[in-house]
């Protein structure tokens, strides 16, 4: 039966990513993996998941990288450096840096981030809708159909803790809201942020295709413990 595997914010964990690689090629011979967003910043090797998630997957094996607030914040740094940079910085971005051998960066000098990966960034869509399924980086506005949600709303917003979540027969799937205790089932939605570049715990949804609703299961990879 096919299977959709759905990956919460990496931030530049790429030991994480490699291991949750290697789990599903254990699982399946194939299948669709959504990357929820927040590859960059404060973990310490965002170059490489970047390249790693560029250089795209095995085959028989789909993959959708989607947007998350971090990779929107360094896409607009990009263009506006002298505006950017605090906010970029504070959340961060200093390990970005980093990452591609720059300790800090001028604004008034060419940005370190090669512009292959500039362009990657940029073109990130930012939800998946599949039959049973909408997976976004942080949220959905319920009471507005998915081709007039606002990105700020897709990118930044946190649902209250008691929101089972959902749009309308759509069970979400998202990141963005921190719990390390995670991931977090709710009737309609499931929030799979482990705080993962900190914990070094990274939990995985598996959804059946087939079915409507939640996960079928967890894939959890600890690389601290």
Not at 37 to 56: F, H, K, N, T
Not at 96 to 120: E, F, K, N, V
Not at 128 to 149: E, F, I, K
Not at 160 to 182: C, I, L, R, Y
Request: glycine share 10%; with cysteine.
């Amino acid at each position: 039966m096919p299977f959709t595997f759905a990956i919460g914010d990496l931030h530049g964990r790429f030991d994480l990513l490699e291991a949750a690689l290697a789990a599903f090629a254990a699982r399946a011979d194939g299948g669709t993996i959504v990357f929820l967003g927040d590859y960059v910043d404060r973990g310490p090797q965002s170059r490489d998941v970047i390249e790693r998630l560029m250089a795209g997957p095995p085959p028989d094996w789909q993959w959708i990288c989607l947007m998350g607030n971090h990779e929107a914040m360094l896409v607009e740094l990009l263009k506006f450096p002298q505006v950017g940079m605090p906010r970029f910085i504070v959340n961060g971005g200093a390990a970005t840096l980093a990452s591609y051998g720059a300790a800090a960066w001028a604004p008034d000098a060419p940005p370190p981030i090669p512009a292959a990966h500039i362009a990657w960034l940029a073109a990130l869509p930012l939800m998946h809708v599949d039959l049973h399924r909408v997976y976004v980086h942080a949220a959905l506005d319920r009471w507005r159909p998915l081709h007039r949600q606002r990105e700020q709303t897709l990118l930044w917003d946190l649902y209250p803790d008691d929101d089972e979540g959902g749009h309308g027969d759509f069970h979400v799937v998202h990141g963005h809201q921190q719990v390390a205790a995670g991931p977090v089932l709710k009737k309609y939605r499931t929030n799979l942020d482990t705080f993962a570049w900190r914990t070094g715990r990274l939990v995985v949804g598996m959804f059946d295709d087939e079915l409507p609703g939640g996960p079928v299961e967890f894939i959890e990879v600890d690389r601290d413990s």
